[in-house]
């Protein structure tokens, strides 16, 4: 199979785990349907269009890893959603209006929130397909060299510090994500190549074959026409690199 080769690396990146209470949590790897939100907005899909999302999201493979491991980082927030000023037009980078709908949290005070990040972290993900229906890699590919819209990381303020697609090798080639991922080199801070990285976290399918792990349920499965998370699946985590893959 192809693959995409994504160095994510940013300031902060979050990827939106179970929000308990006001604690918005990150897990520790993406999720599939984060995955296919950041496509989505490449290629310029919108919230309506339920079909063509779901079964992109059915056909994501990736696997990922830090090569740089991050710190947690806690943001406190708060927020009046009953201020005059949170009822009006908001504007995007596209210079197009974005609104806030109405519902029961516009009618309360001030909310309390604490959201959870990563911090200065750097990692790889190998992104590819199940199977040659399009979008395929190479027109995802296109899209996330000019996308449709801005891309983001997990949330709209965790922004890129360096263009997604990896620089030398934007797509490699192998027999599955996990193979791929151990093909391409590992990072240092700089964006440069460590010559001995040793074992780093990674994630990858739990039907992939790949060094020992611990399958974990995780819950990064959307129903896009509801809008809500609708399942979950057993993903592998552990370690990899020289003289474990």
Request: hydrophobic letters at 40%; aromatic letters at 8%; glycine letters at 10%.
């Amino acid at each position: 199979m192809k693959a995409l080769i994504l160095r994510f690396d940013a300031p902060l990146m979050s990827f939106g785990g179970v929000i308990v209470d006001h604690h918005g949590f990150t897990d520790r790897f993406p999720g599939t349907a984060m995955l296919c939100g950041l496509i989505a907005n490449a290629l310029g899909l919108r919230h309506s269009e339920f079909d063509a999302l779901q079964t992109l999201q059915s056909r994501i493979r990736f696997a990922a890893r830090w090569d740089v491991a991050p710190r947690q980082f806690l943001d406190y927030q708060t927020v009046d959603l009953a201020q005059p000023k949170m009822c009006r037009p908001s504007w995007t980078s596209r210079g197009r209006a974005e609104h806030r709908g109405g519902g029961p949290a516009a009618k309360f005070g001030t909310h309390q929130r604490f959201r959870h990040f990563w911090a200065d972290g750097l990692m790889t993900v190998a992104l590819g397909f199940c199977d040659d229906e399009d979008p395929d890699v190479e027109a995802v590919e296109a899209a996330i060299r000019a996308p449709a819209r801005p891309l983001f990381l997990g949330r709209k303020a965790c922004l890129p510090a360096r263009p997604l697609l990896d620089p030398g090798q934007p797509t490699v080639e192998g027999e599955d994500v996990l193979a791929i991922l151990c093909q391409v080199a590992v990072w240092d801070r700089h964006g440069q190549p460590v010559a001995a990285p040793g074992a780093v976290q990674a994630c990858w399918p739990a039907d992939a074959p790949g060094p020992p792990g611990e399958a974990n349920r995780v819950y990064d499965l959307r129903d896009w026409a509801n809008q809500v998370p609708s399942s979950s699946r057993l993903r592998m985590e552990g370690l990899i690199g020289e003289g474990l893959t």
